[in-house]
C-alpha cells in the first residue's frame, strides 16, 4: 500500500508557445508512517509535484499510483486529502463545523460532524469556540489551520499538504506539526514547502528539487553527510545544523548533526575540546 | 534611487517627516476588546521598525492604520504632518506609504508583469518615459527583472509577493509597511527580499516589517512586540534578545542561533552576545 510516481513530467501548457516544462523526470514513494519532505525554491515544480500526486493534474508522462490504481481513478477518490497553498479560497460553507464536515461528509463517511469536530481539536481550533464561526471571518493563522483541519477529517490515507505553516505563529506551527505527528498513525504525510527547517528533524524522505529535477532525494541522515545538492539547490538547513556543518568544514571533529540547539552545544563543545 | 517622494503639502509636513502613532485605540464593530489599545509608536524615514507578536494581536491592525485604510477609534495617526482622519490629505498620505499586503494575490492587478508594476505610478499621473525607470528600478529591487512581460497568474508564489513589493515600490513611497512580506518566499527569495529592504533603507525609507521571524529582521533599528493590542516591549533586537527568556513569554520566538550561543556559553565557550548567525558562532567556536 503506498502512493508511488515514476517518472513524472509535466509541461504546462504543452503544444503552444506558452509551453512550461515544470517537472522533468520525478520519483516518488510514500506509506503510511511516513513524512516526506519536498523541498525547493519558487518555481521548482514542487506544488506541480503535489497536484500530480493529488491526481488534479495528469501527468504528460510517467506514472502515479495510489494502492495500485491509478491517482486520477474515480476508485481513488478520497484517498489522498490534498490542502492547497491559500487555505482561504477553499472555505464555502457557513459555519467552520459545516465547512469541515463536508468533506467526509460527501464521502459517505459516519458521523461527519464527529470527525469535523476531532479534526478542528486536533489543528487547535476549539469546536466548541470556533465550530459556529463563518469560515470567512478566521484569522489567516486559524484559516490555514481550519483547512488543514478540513483535510485531517477526511481520515484519507494519504495526506498532501502545501505550504501547511506559511504564516502561521509559533503555536500555530507547533500546532499543525504535532497535528501532522499524530496523522501519521494513520497515515502517509507529503509536506510542500520552501522552508523545511521545522519538517527536517521528524521527516523520513526529503526530496529536494531544482527546476523540476530531483536535486537530492534521501534521508535526513544521509542529507546531513552530503548537504551540498541540496543546499545548491537554493534551500537552507536550521542555523543551528549550519553552525555545526561550518565547524566541521573547519575540522572540528562533529559526530552526529543536532537539530537541538541545547543537543547541538554539546556536540560544539565537545568537538572543541577534542580538538584541543 | 529610491529617494522619497516630494509632494507638494502642507508645508509644515516636509520637515517633520515621521508617522506617528499617538495612544491609538481600534475596536471593530462588534468587538468585545480593541484590536490596538492605546498605541504609540514613532516610524523614522531611514529606519526598519519591526513589528513582531503572535497571530491577532494588532500587528495587521496597526499597518492598516498607516496609510490610512482604516481610521483610529480614538488617538491619531499622523503622517508627515497629516492626520489620517483629514480628507484632504488622504491620497497624499496613500502615495507616501506604500503597503504590502500578506496575500500577494490580492494586489496584483496587471495581466503582464510591467503592467502590474506600472499601475500605481501611471494612475498617479507619472509620464511615460519616467514610468519605464520606474517599473524598471522596481523590479530590479525585487529581483524580477527579466519578469517584465511574464503573466502574473503563472509566477509562483513567491514571485507574486516580490511583484507586489514592487508596485508598491514603483510609488517611490516616503514609507513602507510590509505585512510578512516573507512567509511566502523560499531561502533565496527571502533573501533578495530583505536585501531589497536594507537597500530602500539605507535610500532613506521607513519601513515597517511586520513578520514572526526574528531573523529577518535582526537587523532593524527598532523592534515592538504587540500582545492583545497593546505594546508589551519596545527597543532594539538586541535589548530584546539580552534575556531570551522574556522574550518567549512576550510570543517571541527566539532564534535558535541565539539559543544555541547562549548554550555554548554556558558550556564556557566565549561566543560574543552578537552573533546571530551560523558562520560567527561557529568561527567563535573554532576560535576559541
Known sequence: ??????????????????????????????????????????????????????????PSSGTVGLDGSSASDRRSRGRAAMVFQNPESQFFAESLLADVAFGPRNLGAQEPARLAAEALAAVGLDPDTFGDRSPFTLSGGEARRAAIAGALAMRAPYLLLDEPTAGLDGRGRRDVLLAIGRERDRAGVAVVTHDPEEFLPSATRVLALRAGETAFAGSVDELLANPSPYLEAGLRLPEVVMAQLFARDR?????????????????????????? | MWGPRRMRGPSSSEECGLIELHEVSVTYPGAERPALDRVTLTIVPGRTLALLGPNGSGKSTLARLCNALLMPTSGRVVVDGMSTVDEDTLWQIRARV?????????????TVVEEDVAFGPENLGVPVQELRSRVDD?????????FERREPHLLSEGQKQRLAIAGALALRPAYLVLDEPTAMLDGEGRSDVLAALRRLRADG??????????EDVIDADAVAVLDEGTVAFSGTPAELLADPQAAETLGVEVPAIVVLAEALREHGVPVPRDAFTAESVAEAVWRS
Open chain 2, 138 to 146: 522596481a523590479l530590479a529591487a525585487v529581483g524580477l527583472t527579466g
Open chain 2, 98 to 110: 506604500g503597503f504590502v499586503q500578506q496575500n500577494p494575490e490580492n494586489q496584483i492587478v496587471g
Open chain 1, 1 to 58: 500500500m503506498a502512493l508511488v510516481a515514476a517518472n513524472l513530467c509535466y509541461t504546462y501548457a504543452a503544444g503552444t508557445a506558452y509551453e512550461v516544462p515544470a517537472l522533468l523526470g520525478v520519483d516518488v514513494h510514500l506509506e503510511c508512517g511516513d513524512l516526506l519532505v519536498i523541498a525547493g525554491t519558487t518555481g521548482s515544480g514542487k506544488s506541480t509535484l503535489l497536484r500530480l500526486l493529488a491526481g488534479l493534474l495528469q
Open chain 1, 251 to 276: 575540522g572540528l571533529p562533529m559526530g552526529a548533526i543536532e537539530f537541538e540547539p541545547e543537543a547541538a552545544a554539546v556536540r560544539l563543545s565537545h568537538a572543541r575540546g577534542a580538538r584541543s
Open chain 2, 205 to 214: 525609507v521607513g519601513i515597517v516589517h511586520i513578520t514572526h521571524h526574528l
